[in-house]
Structures are given as structure tokens and as C-alpha cells.
């Protein structure tokens, strides 16, 4: 293959890679030669490798001309040198996947895609400003032990276990349907979980090796049913211990996914929905791996900060959840109809926000989009 639409052909040998390499470090460097070259580093590579690299470095030269100065070229070129050996798509082969993973581990598609949005009008702002500063009504102790108990019970005659390896399948197709085919704002962030190594699918446990600790008690009432309990406020319900081994949960550093492993019985649903339901809350938990830094900060600093890390995550979930209704391996899990606990408040903010620019603070965090400045 060669690289196309450019005056320099295929590189023949040693001299030529090196020759078209510095020309394309030139170009994306934009003259800057204070740092010394990446030639080195790609020299010692193999001959694959240094293809991709020279591929990779073509297709950001010649898109970054109509990127515009918000894509740092720079930067670009040492991602892509650094990114070579864990490479996924070769150039010629994988076509748009090549392209695809080429776009999201150089930064372009984290500096284009925001680029197109306007931040909110100031009077959209102020009303985005009162949704993130009401903090969601909070049930009262009476009201929440009912509603432990009630979920208790759908496992108090489990049907049976679901196949962890069944689990960790579906864990990994996910993955590799967010990174390479789902909606371009999930993968767009360079040093998020998609690219740099992290296995999904190694992180499921059963939700039962989950330790019954008061902090992952007051922790499963907060993410669970919206009570944000006091610290040290004590819950010795039993209903929790049921419900702590049987509920999803996420590491916030990244390396445990709980997922419940017990079908549970007829009073949750038919038993033939499960396999659609665990693979939503698989969708929900790794939405939750990829939040930017910088939106968990500025959600968190805020009265409804619930708000944004859970209902948003859940309207996040339901569409693409949907948005994998074509993949091969995903689709048959996605029910008819695709349902989703998201709260009025939440769907207000992408509303007034736009459903790119809510993607935009949650994946890239670029909060200012969402009010959030």
C-alpha cells in the first residue's frame, strides 16, 4: 500500500522511512525543532510498526489541515510513536478502523468534535445552573428500608448463576464495540480506558466478593436509591447485606466491576430479560470508567451531583445501548424496547445542552457545555 494521495510513494528501505519520517515529524511539529526527534525510537521498531507509525503520521498531516489550531499536531506525532506498539488496525486492511484508531489515539477527534459547539447563552446557563445546584429530594429512612426490602426479596429464591465467562464475553465485546463502532465521543479522549490497556472484561467479579463494609453499605444506598447518607450514619438492615452481594459496583479506581452473578427470582422479571439486563449494567458500569476527570470534578462539587454522575450515565446508557442494536455480537441482547431510569432533570440538561455537547462535558470534559464553567 501506498501512502495515498501524497507525492512520496511507498518508503524502499531504510534511508526513505527515515526520509519521509522526519518530513511528516516536520510538518505536524509545524517547524518547532527544540525537542529532538522520535526517529530514533521508530528506527529500533520492526518493519510493521514503523509502516503504521508512517501511515498514522500521513493520515494526521494531511486531516489536520482542515482540523483547525485547536489540534495540537505536536502532540499528535508523539502519541502515534508511542501508540505504535499497541496498535490494533494495520493500514490497508482494517480501512476505516485504521482510520478510526488513528483519529481517536492522536487527539484529533478529542480537539475537532468539541470544536464545531457553542457553549450555552447566558440564559441557558443560568437555567443549567439551577438544575446542577438542586439537589434531588431525599428519601426518608422509613421509605428506603421499604424499598430494601422489596428488592431484597427478588433474591430470596435465586433461579441459578449466570456463567462469569458468559459475563467477562459480553464485558469484552462491549469494549471492543465502544472503542472501534459506537459513538465517537466514548473513544475520543486518547488517555482514557479504551486506549491505554485497560481490560474490561479482567475487572468483572461477582458482586458477592464484594466486602460488607458501612462505607460500601452508605455507598450502595447513594448510587443505588439516591440516599446520601450521613458518614457514619449507621444502616444494619439486613436487606443491605442481601443487596450489596447481588448489586452492581464500580472501583472508582478502576479495578473491580461488581456485577450481580445470581439470576434472581420471578418477582425482579422473566428470567429471559436478565441476559439484557446484565448487559445494560454492564454498559452503565463501563460509562462509568469512561467520565472524564474533569467532569466527575466539577460534578462532584456540585448540590445535584448525583444528578450528573448517575442520571446522565443512565440516559448515556440507554442510547447506546441502542446505538449497539446492529453489532453481530451485541444486538441480540438489546431488548425491543430500550428502557432507561433517567430522571426529567437529567434529560433537561441535554436538552439544553445538546446530546454532543452533554457527550462532550462527560467524555472530553468540556463542562463549559453544559454550564459547568
Known sequence: MTLSKTKRGTPTGPED???????LESRLRRGELAVPSRWGDVARTDPAERLWILHAMD?????????????????AAALLVDRAPRRRFDPGTAGR?????????????????PATLTPPDDATTARLTRVHQT???RPTRETLARALTARAAWWEAPIRLTDLTWLQGVASSLQRWMRDDGPLHAAAWPDGPLHDGSDFARSIADAGARDDTPAHRLALLRDEFGYPADPGEQWDDPAIGVLLANSPAHVTAGTWTYVPASVPGTGWGPEEAWPGHLYRLLTHELLHRLAHPAYLEKA???P?????????VELLTAEFVEASRDDPELG???PDVVESRHTEAAEEIRELAGSKGLKAAYFL????FIGLT
Open 17 to 23: 522511512e527515515e526520509h519521509t519520517f522526519l518530513d
Open 97 to 113: 478502523y485504521f482510520e478510526r484508531e488513528v483519529m481517536s489515539v492522536s487527539g484529533m477527534l478529542e480537539a475537532t468534535l
Open 59 to 75: 493520515l494526521v498531516a494531511k486531516a489536520a489541515e482542515k482540523a483547525g489550531p485547536q489540534f495540537d499536531t505536536f502532540r
Open 135 to 137: 439537589a434531588p429530594p
Open 332 to 334: 441480540p441482547l438489546v
Open 300 to 302: 462532584e462539587a456540585v
Open 365 to 368: 470534559g468540556r463542562t463549559e
Open 304 to 312: 445535584g451531583g448525583r444528578l450528573l454522575t448517575e442520571d446522565v
